[in-house]
């Protein structure tokens, strides 16, 4: 299945540099195939899994720098906390109600570095 996520947006002609994507039955290996299927320098993907109005894990995944600019941001969004290592930030969050927002987060981001 994670493979199948990865391809499908690989597979979008004119694919979004932002991808995200919620998986309540999913796990951190779930996750990490995601993250290595679509590539850390294609996009900006925040994946996460668990209750999507509670608690659950998430990775941000994409260029090294623009990650461990943005995730803390993130973590803050998701009232979590993680780590950055290596163009990945993982971390736990206590409200993944807040997804659209640390999507927005992303966006944003995107927004300022094609305007630079």
């Known amino acids: 299945v994670a493979v199948l996520e990865a391809q499908r947006y690989k597979s979008q002609p004119n694919r979004d540099p932002v991808f995200c994507l919620h998986r309540k039955e999913g796990d951190s290996e779930f ?3 995601v993250a290595n299927e679509i590539g850390n320098e ?3 993907v925040l994946l996460s ?12 995944s994409g ?10 941001k993130v973590a803050e969004v998701l009232e979590g906390k993680g780590a950055a290592k290596r163009g990945r930030f993982q971390g736990k969050a206590t409200k993944l109600s807040n997804l659209k927002m640390a999507e927005d987060v992303l966006r944003e981001h995107f ?5 630079a």
């Not at 260029?63 to 803390?72: F, I, L």
């Not at 927004?111 to 305007?115: E, V």
């Open 31 to 33: 996750m990490n195939i």
């Open 49 to 60: 899994v668990g209750d999507e109005k509670g608690a659950g894990t998430f990775l941000l």
């Open 111 to 115: 927004k300022t570095q094609q305007a």
């Open 63 to 72: 260029p090294a720098d623009v990650v461990e600019a943005v995730g803390p």
């Open 42 to 44: 294609n996009a900006l």
